[in-house]
Structure formats: C-alpha cells, structure tokens
C-alpha cells in the first residue's frame, strides 16, 4: 500500500492512522492501494468532514478518522441515529467524537459528493464513491463485526486486520458496475483534482499497487458509457438438441457444429450444422470481424470451403426442410423470419460457392429479393405478371437462382416513388422561385425543410452598446461559426475532434472601469444537449486543459484592442445546451483585479448573436 501524506498532521488519530498504514508493506503484498491525505472541512463551525482519500483500482472511497473522547468497550454503529458504547454488544452511553457528535456518517456523505463534484469537474467520472469511518480509541470490539452498514458506509477500528477488511469492502462498493479499472493516468489526475498535498507518485510505484498502466486519462464520461454497455452480459440459451453450446467465441463459428450465431444473438443456430464448416472458411477468407446483433441477425457470406472440409454444393443447399433428395440435411422446425434473415452476395457462376440462405419457391427453383435478402419459405409460388421471364444466366450456370417476382416489384415500386417525390420536389421549388416568395409559394414554406444543419444567427451591429452592472460594453467584433473543430487548442481540440457543437457565436467587447481599458472574449457554444454542455465546461474549468479559441487568438484586431488575453481572468456558465466562456484583460496598463473579475462575470450577460 502507497501513503501520500503531506508534511504534518493535525489530529493524534490522523497521525496514528498514517503510522499503522506506513508500517505495512509497499505493493500488493498486504493491499494493492493508494491513501492520500486529504483533509476537508464544512459548516459555520468549520469541522473536519474527511481526512483521507483510499484509491484501489476498483475506485475510490473518502476516509474519516475519528477519536473517542474518554471511553471504552465495544462501539455499536447504526446507518441512521446515535452510535453508541459499553461494556459489551448492545446499547450503551451515547458515543462522543472529537470535534462533536456521535455518528460521523453525515459529515463523510458530504465529503463523497464534494469528492465527486471535483472529481467530475476535472473531466474524470468517479463512479460510486465508498466511504469509510475509522475509529481510534480504547475500543475492544464492533457491532457490527464486519462494520458494513450498507449503501457504501463502512466502519472500521485502527487495526490492521479491521482496517483491511474496511478497504476491501468500500473497494467492493465502489467496483460494482464499473467497467474500468482505475489507470496510473487517471489516479495522477484523480489526485491533481482533490487538491491532494505532498509529491505525486511514480507510475512504476502506481503499477506496483495493481493500477493498470496508461498514458492517457481514459476515465472520461464519453468513454465510461460504452464500456459499460459493452460489459453487459449476452445470453445464450440451450439449443434443440441434448448437447450444450458451445462457450462464447467471436462469431463466424470456427468448426463444424458450432451454432453460427453472432455474438450477442438472443436466438439459435442461424444456418444448418451441414453448412457451418463452408461458413468458417467464408469468415476466414474476408477477415472480417463479428457484426453485435440486438434483434436480428446479419450474416456476411461467401467464400470457398476450407481444406478437409467438404466443398459447398454447385446448387444452394435447401432450409431446414430439406427435400427427400438431400437425407443429409438434419430435419428440425422451421426457424422464424427474423432468424433466417441474412446478406448475401449476388449469385456468382459455379466456381465460386452460392449462398447459403435462399428460401425454395418450388421444389425445382431458388428465389430471393433482387439476390440481397434471404424470402422466408411460402407453401406455394407467388403469382406475378403472365408475360415476365427471368432472364438466362451466363453459360455453364444453368443453376443460376432467378430473382423473385415480388422482390422485382417491390424495388419498381420504390425506385418509381423516389422519382415522383423528387418531381414534386423540384416542381415545389421552381414554383416558390416563380411567385417570388408570395401568393402561391405559401404551401412550400409549409413544406419540411431539406436540411437540418443550423442557420447562421442575425448578429448585432458592431458599435452596439449593452450596459451589464453598471458598466458599458461596445460590441467591436463578432463571428458565428457552424463547427468548432477548427476553432478550440489544447484539450478541447479533441474533445470537439469527437463531439462537435451546432453553433460558435464569438463577440470582442469593450469596456472601461475607472478610466481603464479592457477587453471582454465571450464564446457561446451550442452543443447537441444540455449534457454535453456541461462536459464542455467541466474540462475549460480545468486550468490546462486548453480552451475555445478567442477571436484575438485568430487574429482578429479592433482600434485600440490589444493583440492578445495577458493574465485573463476567466469566467462560464451554461444556458440549457450553450456553454458559455468568458475571459477579460487589461488593454496596456493593469486595474483592479477585482474589477477584472466584475468584468468577466458581467460577460456572462453579453449576447451578439440570437443563438
């Protein structure tokens, strides 16, 4: 175990806390973990809510150690009310704890949100966060013995064992449904966040206590969601026939037998055992990875049969209900429409091996829709127009599968109602442009429109004087952008690389305060939702992370602006889904700094464009 701890301690039970954890071994040896000093106060009265953090890399858990005043015997601890003390197990006097109180649960409670809050602030997602009541006293016993009092709250005495058992338990809490381990680059940044005193360990000493190596802090919210989606569980449920499935493999199967499924697939085997030694080969052949399926399932076919296999047949092999000519085809009910729905490729001369899903229309011929989906089977042939013929295949096919007259149909009828839409359409557009706008045009301006992307914003004039607080500020520049990729450095460069804005409104503002000038950058950003608004500025926040880029930055210039932002003083805040930055600094000769605050904050207020 790792102890950070910065150079004093201000409580003999902080001290003697410390002083047990150093006397343990480094590393995994007794427990992998990290416990750094981290003392927080809360209230009029300014009392000690925390005094460490534990980091294991299942999560992390706030530690508050406490002293019983003058007393003895055996601590009874409660989720809710009074703790209390005697000689044996049971209700006993009320417990006193320095500092006051008998219970410190309430206090700890606010210490993980603050924890969190920071946490989230800094970019990182915390997870359940355990906490953990550590007693020190002339105690001689804990009722409950293991000290679990449920919903993340554990207790412990300043002992070795209790106190192992007390982080094994929180590090439990604090992994349940969480799909990443803590990383030496997220506990770095984790520790940088809480405003942890003392050095930062080494990422050798961090590997040395079970934390998986890793350049990059990868406990993102963006990135914690997938992962925990992709740790679901799939279930496979036991087939028609007396022997077990196999264990869960990347799909296409690799061996004769296996069910073919995808990965994921709620349901069974989705071609016949006959046909699964052709289909390994097909998979290996493309080197293409295994599609998920929620619902239905989607096969990518073809390819040769493998060697010591037997070869795919010149005719597509028949479903499940094999005519008598094929005794070999294993006999078993007819599978729903969902579980034989698959992508082929178009029928290939005999050289190459024919697909495998093709539903029989008649005893004697194969159908498909236009050779792209799999027709579930039908008890007799569809009727189509008296004069269609199919058309020959090439020579040296003669079992070339015909396409099927309602496949035919459907895709006529489709290709004929995406012309007839575009006709009208057009036949709408040019009638808009001939009345001008009026008259007639009003059906169209009814119509929906063709794009969704955002329109650019009516922009107040530059020159435009807004009054925030007392203080006047001139509008000198102001720019709207559809995208902010181009437009942000650092941190937030990537962040937009992934989750691109809808609109960037950009304005230069300027203002005196006591006869001092100063420039006022304020950015409104419009993101998809109010969500992602927020994980804007939970990294902006962050000193270092890199920001929206300012409009000086750019290179933008006013009469009598400065070139860029020296010592800005920073300011932010979201409206719905606009996240909203402000930075501000003296033009040439430095103010108040106060005032340079006032100035940011008043910013939060300017608005240029109608975004």
Not at 126 to 140: K, Q
Not at 409 to 427: D, N, Y
């Amino acid at each position: 175990m790792l102890i950070l701890t910065p150079s004093g301690l201000e409580t003999p039970a902080e001290r003697a806390f410390f002083a047990e954890l150093a006397s343990w071994d480094t590393g995994g040896s007794v427990r992998g973990a990290l416990v750094a000093s981290l003392a927080l106060s809360d209230g009029p009265m300014d009392r000690r809510i925390c005094d460490a953090v534990v980091l294991v890399p299942e999560g992390v858990a706030v530690v508050r150690v406490v002293e019983v005043v003058r007393q003895s015997g055996v601590v009874t601890v409660l989720p809710e009310g009074s703790w209390t003390i005697g000689p044996g197990a049971g209700p006993g006097d009320v417990l006193r704890l320095a500092g006051g109180g008998s219970t410190p649960l309430d206090g700890l409670m606010r210490a993980g949100m603050e924890a969190a809050t920071r946490l989230r602030r800094a970019g990182l997602e915390p997870g359940r966060i355990a906490r953990l009541t550590v007693l020190h006293g002339e105690l001689t016993g804990l009722v409950p013995a293991d000290g679990d009092l449920g919903e993340g709250d554990q207790v412990a005495l300043l002992e070795s064992r209790s106190l192992l058992l007390g982080i094994a338990r929180a590090a439990r809490y604090a992994g349940t449904g969480n799909p990443r381990l803590w990383t030496t680059a997220d506990v770095r940044a984790a520790l940088e966040a809480l405003g942890v005193a003392g050095r930062s360990p080494a990422v050798e000493e961090l590997n040395g206590e079970g934390f998986p190596y890793s350049p990059y802090v990868l406990r993102r919210r963006e990135l914690i969601a997938p992962a925990g989606f992709a740790d679901q569980p799939s279930a496979h449920p036991a087939g028609p026939t007396a022997t077990p499935p196999a264990p869960r493999t990347d799909w296409p199967a690799t061996g004769p037998g296996s069910s073919g499924a995808p990965v994921g697939s709620p349901r069974g085997p989705l071609v016949d055992p006959a046909a699964a030694a052709a289909l390994a080969a097909a998979a290996a052949a493309q080197q293409a990875p295994a599609p998920r399926a929620g619902g239905d399932t989607v096969s990518l076919l073809g390819g040769a049969a493998p060697t010591g296999q037997p070869s795919a047949p010149e005719a597509p092999p028949s479903r499940p209900e094999a005519p008598p000519s094929r005794p070999e085809a294993p006999s078993r009910p007819e599978p729903a429409w969902h579980e034989t729905q698959a992508i082929v490729p178009r029928p290939a001369p005999a050289a190459e091996a024919p697909p495998l899903h093709q539903a029989p229309a008649q005893p004697d011929e194969t159908g498909g829709i236009g050779g792209i989906f799999a027709a579930p089977a039908h008890t007799g042939d569809v009727a189509g127009p008296p004069s269609w013929t199919p058309p020959p295949g090439p020579p040296g096919d003669p079992q070339r599968p015909r396409r099927s007259r309602r496949g035919l149909l459907v895709v006529l009828a489709a290709v004929v109602l995406v012309v007839l839409l575009g006709l009208g359409g057009l036949w709408l557009t040019g009638r808009g442009s001939e009345d001008g706008g009026t008259g007639d045009a009003a059906p169209t301006s009814s119509a929906a429109p063709t794009s969704t992307g955002p329109t650019t914003p009516a922009a107040q004039p530059v020159g435009t004087v807004q009054t925030v607080g007392g203080t006047d500020y001139t509008l000198q520049v102001v720019e709207y952008d559809t995208t902010c990729r181009d437009h942000a450095y650092g941190a937030i460069s990537g962040f937009f690389g992934t989750t691109d804005c809808l609109g960037l409104s950009r304005a230069l503002w300027s203002a005196d305060v006591d006869g001092v000038p100063a420039v006022v950058s304020v950015s409104r950003v419009t993101m998809p939702d109010a969500a992602r608004a927020t994980a804007l500025l939970s990294l902006t926040d962050v000193s270092g992370t890199g920001n929206v880029s300012d409009l000086l930055r750019e290179g933008a210039r006013y009469p009598g602006g400065p070139e860029e932002l020296r010592s800005a003083d920073y300011a932010s805040t979201t409206e719905d889904d606009v996240a909203v930055i402000v930075e501000t600094s003296w033009v040439g000769q430095a103010g108040a700094p106060a005032g340079l605050q006032q100035l940011a904050d008043d910013g939060l207020e300017l608005v240029a464009t109608q975004d």
